[in-house]
């Protein structure tokens, strides 16, 4: 079984930038493609931002692409996400997540494992 820590979460202004963590441990993290989720108080999680095996492939939501850029180490089992251009909009607890096939990664129900999440807040 899979371990996700997210860390690097925070409060920031409105234009400031935050870069998540994410470190796992208990299998083979080359073998899994990662995604990054959010969920904003009083609404559904959202996805955020997803990466391959290798790092080969990225994809984004529309509301973080060219703000936001996920990468992936696989030598030192880490994902990351960094966030520029940050706004009050993204204000939200970010979730990493491991998905062990290759489903649309845009779909929470295709990933098989979560972290914690931590806070990110973005004030105006």
């Known amino acids: 079984q899979v371990q996700l820590v997210e860390s690097g979460g925070g409060l920031v202004q409105a234009g400031g930038s935050l870069r998540l963590s994410c470190a796992a441990s208990g299998r083979t993290f080359s073998s899994l493609n990662m995604g990054w989720f959010r969920q904003a108080p009083g609404k559904e999680r959202e996805f955020a931002a997803a990466?391959?095996?290798?790092?080969?492939?990225?994809y984004y939501a529309d509301s973080v692409k060219g703000r936001f850029t996920i990468s992936r180490d696989n030598a030192q089992n880490t994902v990351y996400l960094q966030m520029n251009s940050l706004k009050p909009e993204d204000t939200a607890v970010y979730y990493c997540a491991a998905a062990a096939g290759l489903l649309r990664l845009s779909v929470s129900n295709n990933y098989d494992k979560w972290g914690q999440g931590t806070q990110v807040t973005v004030s105006s």
């Open positions: 990466i391959s095996l290798t790092g080969g492939a990225t």
